[in-house]
């Protein structure tokens, strides 16, 4: 008997992680159709004062680093494979708390993230959020949040494989005047810091403050459109190295623009922003930018169970945490179709395509050429409602990546699926 455990304990332990990882996934869909069975199971609701879930997401990745067919992966990751497995089991819970005109909610979760060929990723992983929704008065009303956010940085723009882990701290204090039922003004204050726990990447740490004033107003028939003013100051401590120098990223935007939404029949909307941006940085003013950026967004929606959403924009990519560049300027467009083949079954498809110039890069300075890359990728997902309270995700993912500089294209797939139970 005991030579029999050993070598069933030696049979598992010879099974690949990738196995393992698979039985945990076929454990975890056992666990959802057991719950979908016992019909006494209590389901989850939003008005509930506490609403907690467990989930367990499996991400198969073939190209984690991002790295170029052109490029032996075992050169620079010390591996000769370009797959892994990602295994995250997380756990998370939501309070909300109504008294009289003010609402509370503390919202958390925690995951363990796990990796089957590169377990020096494995971290932990959190986001976590207070926010009270305040009125006072009958025209005053407005939003105050804190928000703490830890999770691994990517490998889409870095040339640093290791594990990174960040942590942003976010505040918003968010308040709207209502002066009559078509107008009221916005104010509007942001902060953000984040900090990276690897050394090779401390000079993407940094900290910013945003301020908002607009003014709004609102048609009979719904529509709306509003003209707001932005100012962001952006700091970064430390100085990025390049090719010759160290350089000072830190930079100042003001934006004026303006932000619509419009409902054109019954079954159309189109909403979207259009404003002017100028960006100026304290070294290097070479790499300041001023000129239009926006966005549309126009969704069709010809019966009750389909819809198509076609969006377009030209944006400032920044702030981002695997930027090589302080900034890139991004044009593209989208679309993606939607069916709700039943009300527990929707499928989406999505389709884009973006261009990106990285002009905001402290290399270019040294180069003949700014780099530009063309990105197009494509997203099928499939989400099952298999019960009030429990709900199963499977994406489908693919990006193709050309690249203007050697070495920076690349092509990847990626299968995720997701179970999530809430109580």
């Known amino acids: 008997m005991e030579n029999r455990t050993a070598c069933s304990k030696h ?6 992680g990738s196995h393992q990882t698979a039985y945990k996934a076929i454990n975890i869909l056992f666990i959802a159709l057991v719950i979908w069975a016992q019909k006494s199971f209590g389901a989850a609701d939003e008005t509930d004062t506490f609403q907690p879930y467990i989930s ?5 990745d073939d190209n984690l680093f991002r790295l170029s067919d052109k490029v032996d992966p ?5 591996k000769s494979e370009r797959w892994d497995v990602n295994n995250r089991i997380a756990a ?18 925690i995951a363990d993230n796990r ?4 377990d020096h990723l494995n971290h932990i992983s959190t986001s976590d959020k207070a926010t009270w929704k305040w009125e006072l008065g009958n025209s005053l009303v407005g939003t105050m949040n804190y928000g703490y956010r830890q999770y691994m940085g990517r490998f889409t723009n870095t040339n640093y494989f290791g594990k990174d882990v960040i942590i942003d701290n976010t505040a918003l204090f968010d308040m709207d005047y209502e002066v009559n039922p078509s107008w009221r003004l916005n104010g509007r204050y942001q902060w953000l810091d984040s900090q990276h726990s690897a050394s090779a990447r401390k000079f993407l740490d940094f900290t910013s403050d945003t301020g908002i004033i607009g003014i ?5 028939a719904n ?3 509003g003209i707001q003013v932005r100012r962001t100051e952006a700091r970064l401590p430390n100085r990025e190295r390049t090719l010759s120098a160290l350089v000072d990223n830190q930079y100042r935007e003001h934006e004026f623009g303006a932000i619509y939404r419009w409902a054109i029949t019954g079954k159309s909307l189109l909403d979207g922003h259009i404003g002017y941006l100028m960006r100026h940085h304290e070294q290097f003013s070479q790499r300041d930018f001023e000129g239009e950026i926006w966005q549309v967004n126009y969704q069709w929606t010809p019966t009750g169970k389909t819809s198509f959403t076609l969006s377009g924009w030209k944006s400032l990519l920044t702030g981002t945490q695997d930027l090589t560049a302080s900034y ?26 973006e261009e990106r110039e990285y002009a905001g890069d402290p290399d270019v300075l040294e180069s003949v050429q700014t780099r530009k890359d063309t990105i197009i990728g494509s997203r099928l997902s499939l989400s099952y409602n298999f019960t009030d309270n429990g709900q199963l995700n499977i994406v489908y993912r693919r990006e193709d990546r050309d690249s203007s500089r050697l070495f920076s294209d690349y092509e990847f797939n990626t299968v995720f699926a997701n179970a999530i139970l809430r109580f």
């Open 92 to 109: 998370g819970a939501k309070l909300y708390l109504p008294l009289g005109r003010q609402e509370f909610t503390l919202e958390g979760n």
């Open 223 to 225: 529509n709306t459109f």
């Open 115 to 118: 990796f089957v060929n590169n």
């Open 216 to 220: 709004h107003y609102r048609s009979p």
């Open 11 to 16: 049979y598992f332990n010879s099974i690949s």
């Open 74 to 78: 075992k050169s620079l990751t010390g």
């Open 56 to 60: 367990e997401i499996i991400i198969y």
């Open 328 to 353: 890139i300027v991004a044009e593209g467009f989208s679309i993606s179709p939607t069916w709700s083949a039943t009300p527990k079954i929707t499928i989406q498809a999505e389709f884009s395509w």
